[in-house]
């Protein structure tokens, strides 16, 4: 069966044509998204003009957010992604009292993207954020034992939040990559723990240092879609 669309109505005359062929589009793909993808791909061509097996463009920024102690803004397509690094001192668990403590957790917020709203995390959110812990801990980018000041007395935590505020696919790997620069770009203060007090001091003259990360170990992720049994990097 054929597929089209009416023109647009008389109150649309004071708009470009290039405007129009824009929203006609829009419309398109909205009321037929798979005949809408279907025509791209029969010219081995996406809607936004990469070829099926291409990467979207990257880039990173570093050092964008001066109240973190680290931070990375990442463009992957038209996804952005922010992320920001801040440490705090607690004590480790006790059957692990050299292991400090690394909380990632991404916020999907509505202002990304209408699929979302407001409200508390979306269960995508929380699957996400589950899954970046894993990749982290599981990857050893930053050791654990790294964060320790004083054996079952004082561990770094870092909490490591990323916010999309642009959602178009691909939040996964914009996010870690988010995650991973802004670790790289974190910076703490050198802290001593003082047993006659049972206090631990932070340095303001000592010049911060960086994060001990495992040498050679920068975890990436490539998302790949299935359509008509064909896959298509995200």
């Known amino acids: 069966m054929a597929t089209s ?7 649309f005359s004071h708009v470009s044509q290039e405007e129009q062929d824009a929203l006609k589009a829009a419309v398109f793909q909205r009321l037929h998204p798979r005949v809408y993808l279907e025509r791209f ?3 081995n061509i996406r809607p936004d003009g990469r070829s099926p097996d291409g990467f979207r463009d990257v880039s990173v920024n570093v050092g964008s957010i001066s109240t973190a102690d680290g931070s990375a803004l ?3 397509g038209n996804t952005t992604v922010v992320c920001g690094v801040k440490a705090e001192i ?12 690394m909380v990632p957790n991404l916020d999907l917020p509505a202002m990304c993207s209408p699929k979302f709203k407001p409200g508390p995390p979306s269960e995508e959110a929380q699957a996400l954020s589950d899954r970046l812990n894993q990749v982290l801990i599981a990857s050893n980018v930053v050791p654990l034992t790294s964060l320790c000041i004083h054996p079952g007395k004082a561990v770094w935590v870092l909490y490591v939040d990323a916010t999309c505020i642009n959602y178009d696919g691909n939040a996964f790997d914009a ?29 303001r003259n000592a010049p911060l240092v960086p994060l001990q990360l495992t040498p050679n170990t920068t975890p990436i992720s490539i998302s790949f879609g299935v359509f008509d049994s064909c896959v298509y990097r995200s």
Not at 5 to 11: D, E, G, K, V
Request: hydrophobic share 40%; aromatic share 4%.
């Open 74 to 76: 990442v463009r992957m």
């Open 90 to 101: 607690a004590e480790p668990e006790l059957d692990r009292d050299n292991e400090g403590f």
């Open 5 to 11: 669309i009416a023109s647009l109505p008389p109150s």
């Open 175 to 203: 996010t870690l990559i988010s995650m991973i620069a802004a670790l790289k770009n974190t910076r703490l203060p050198q802290a001593a723990y003082d047993p006659e007090t049972n206090r631990t001091i932070c340095s």
């Open 41 to 43: 791909l029969a010219e």
